[in-house]
């Protein structure tokens, strides 16, 4: 059965919170779950940039529901209909690419080889805790 990676990063493309769910599980409900871990860990978090499959109101609801008195924005990066067919860089949208793309040196990471999902969140926070090693010691 295929598996989904919902991730949450800082604006420097560190790791903030890790979900792995089975393929079947939608991109909004997953983030759901997701944002309650997170926005109770870091309550530092105001802003929230994501792509067009977290549109909707039920993901608004919940997280407005969740930290009701916060401020917490979410901002939905979508990409334009005029450039369709061509390359155009959007505005924050590439963070999390760019940290997958980080991850994905971890050999461990290149494929899911996990049979349990805690094993696979376990394998990308140690990962991650290692790009966060190799930028302190430059």
Not at 114 to 129: L, M, N, P, Y
Request: aromatic share 8%; glycine share 6%; net charge positive.
């Amino acid at each position: 059965m295929g598996r989904k990676r919902h991730v949450v990063v800082d604006t420097a493309g560190l790791l903030l919170g890790v979900l792995i769910t089975a393929a079947n599980v939608s991109d909004q409900a997953g983030a759901r779950e997701l944002l309650k871990e997170v926005c109770l860990r870091f309550g530092w978090l105001r802003h929230i940039w994501a792509d067009a499959g977290y549109l909707g109101q039920k993901l608004l609801a919940a997280v407005q529901q969740l930290i009701p008195n916060r401020g917490l924005r979410i901002q939905i990066v979508k990409r334009s209909d005029l450039h369709r067919h061509s390359f155009e860089i959007l505005p924050r949208r590439w963070v999390v690419e760019r940290t997958f793309a980080w991850l994905s040196f971890s050999r461990r990471l290149a494929k899911d080889y996990e049979v349990k999902t805690d094993h696979s969140r376990a394998f990308i926070f140690i990962a991650s805790s290692r790009i966060m090693l190799k930028r302190l010691t430059r």
